[in-house]
């Protein structure tokens, strides 16, 4: 039995109204169900974010995509509490965000919190160094202790003899590095990442992908990404919500969120996603039991030998050179059977004909 997942947060029918008058628009909300072109017109106010509910787990690197203006930011600066929610509720590891006094909230964004922006705002008279180690020095941690750290972080960002450079002699990729740093050295619980690659050339970009990959992998931070890049978001992403309007219009994992779209918008943004990558073998096989039952005994001995998580690449890379169809095995028994047909479905987006 797989183990439960242990939500690190919680957000619960978060709604912001900005305007003199976005209390008097929540109630109406509540009460008339007004949209969000009706609450422009009678109470002059925007709309940011519309009930939006969602949870991260433990370790976890939850993407939220959407274009300019779709109220990605003002949501996740929600859960730091940058911003006040109209109406709902944050809670982290059980803590409700919200209900926090200023030293509670200050204490949470010191210990827990770490933010990393798409402008690194690093402070161009302090080092490298300094720059990384500067939450620690404003928790009043000993210059030793400081160093030890912020050696580390540089070293996982692999700015390891920039210690002691100064912002303006950095590229825009290595400020990236050290705010990443930055946000590694208070060794918080919870990552905030805001587009921190968007403005970066694509080259430099996926290697900045990769090393926060890695190091998700390695330190097991809880995160949320923002991006209104949808490429990055199915790269990076356990999974993905994307938010249109306000409104988060899906959420699901990468290889779910491109082959069961839950509207022509998602629709649109993965029509020109390769599949191949994402989608994998439980998707599109056919149960072992029915395929037995539709084909009879089978010498399988000669079969090449697939697992449930080996997406089309993989599975492509198996059928060359062979005429029979792919055995599918977990734990040593066989749960599933991939043959040639259900894996040009699969490569066409058509798993509905996967049992064929």
């Not at 422009?40 to 939006?52: H, I, L, P, S, T």
């Not at 290595?174 to 805001?194: E, F, N, S, Y």
């Amino acid at each position: 039995m797989a183990e439960a997942r242990e939500d690190v947060i919680r957000c619960e029918g978060i709604w912001k109204i900005f305007g003199d008058k976005s209390r008097q628009a929540m109630e109406a909300v509540r009460s008339q169900g007004l949209s969000k072109k009706d609450i422009r017109e009678k109470f002059d106010c925007v709309v940011g974010v519309q009930n939006a509910s969602f949870t991260v787990g433990r370790g976890e690197i939850f993407c939220i995509m959407g274009l300019s203006g779709s109220g990605k930011s003002t949501l996740i600066r929600h859960i730091n509490r940058l911003i006040e929610p109209t109406s709902g509720a944050v809670y982290i590891e059980g803590q409700n965000v919200n209900a926090m006094n200023a030293e509670a909230l200050r204490k949470l964004r010191a210990e827990k919190i770490g933010m990393v922006f798409q402008s690194m705002a690093l402070m161009p008279h302090r080092t490298v160094r300094d720059n990384v180690a500067f939450s620690l020095e404003v928790r009043g941690k000993s210059e030793a202790e400081r160093a030890r750290v912020a050696a580390r972080a540089i070293e996982m960002v692999d700015l390891t003899g920039w210690d002691a450079k100064y912002p303006d002699e950095l590229s825009g990729g290595m400020q990236q590095r050290v705010g990443l740093a930055r946000a590694l050295a208070a060794d918080p619980t919870i990552l905030l990442m805001d587009e921190p690659f968007s403005a970066l050339d694509p080259l430099i970009r996926r290697q900045l992908q990769g090393t926060f990959m890695e190091l998700s992998a390695e330190l097991h931070k809880t995160t949320v990404f923002i991006t209104h890049d949808l490429d990055e978001a199915i790269r990076i992403g356990d999974r993905i919500a994307i938010m249109k309007d306000g409104v988060l219009v899906q959420i699901g994992t990468p290889e779910e969120i491109v082959t069961e779209p839950a509207d022509d918008y998602v629709a649109e943004f993965v029509a020109g996603i390769s599949k191949l990558d994402l989608v994998t073998a439980a998707r599109i096989m056919q149960p072992f039991a029915a395929h037995v039952q539709a084909q009879g005994p089978q010498d399988t001995a000669s079969w090449p030998v697939g697992r449930p998580e080996m997406n089309l690449n993989e599975l492509v890379d198996l059928a060359v050179g062979t005429d029979h169809p792919i055995l599918i095995a977990s734990e040593g028994k066989p749960v599933g059977v991939v043959t040639k047909r259900a894996l040009l479905r699969g490569i066409q987006g058509r798993e509905e004909e996967r049992a064929a």
